[in-house]
Nanobody, 120 residues
Framework: VQLQASGGGLVQAGGSLRLSCAVS????????MGWYRQTPGKQRDLVAA???????NYADSVKGRFTISRDNAKNTVYLQMMSLKPEDTAVYYC???????????????WGQGTLVTVSS
C-alpha cells in the first residue's frame, strides 16, 4: 500500500493550498482518512480526519479555514487550506486506516509528507 501526497509548497499568509493524497496498492477497504502535521522537535498532530461516510473532525486551530474531503472511487483524500497563517507551516502527512484484506482489522498507513511553508 502506498500513499502519495502532493500539493505542498510556499505560500504567503492569507493564501490557499490544496493537498492531495492518493492511495494505491492491494487494499480491501479504507476506513478513516486524515491529515496530520509536524514541525521540528514536536509531535505529529491531527489536522483533520474524515470517515468513510463523510463525517469530519478538525483541530481547533484550523476550523473554518481547512476543509477535508475524500473521493472513495479514487481512494484519494484532499485538504483544502485557506487563510493560511505562518503557524500552519509544517510537514503534512496523510494517514489512512485500512483493511488490507477481508476480515483483517484496520491498520495505519502513512504517506511520505509534503512541506507547507507559509511566509508572513
Amino acid at each position: 500500500v502506498q500513499l502519495q501526497a502532493s500539493g505542498g509548497g510556499l505560500v504567503q499568509a492569507g493564501g490557499s493550498l490544496r493537498l492531495s493524497c492518493a492511495v494505491s496498492g492491494r487494499i480491501f477497504s479504507i476506513e478513516d482518512m486524515g491529515w496530520y502535521r509536524q514541525t521540528p522537535g514536536k509531535q505529529r498532530d491531527l489536522v483533520a480526519a474524515i470517515t468513510r461516510n463523510g463525517g469530519t473532525n478538525y483541530a481547533d486551530s484550523v476550523k473554518g479555514r481547512f476543509t477535508i474531503s475524500r473521493d472513495n472511487a479514487k481512494n484519494t483524500v484532499y485538504l483544502q487550506m485557506m487563510s493560511l497563517k505562518p503557524e500552519d507551516t509544517a510537514v503534512y502527512y496523510c494517514n489512512i486506516q485500512a483493511r488490507p484484506s477481508f476480515g483483517r482489522r484496520p491498520s495505519d498507513y502513512w504517506g511520505q509528507g509534503t512541506l507547507v511553508t507559509v511566509s508572513s
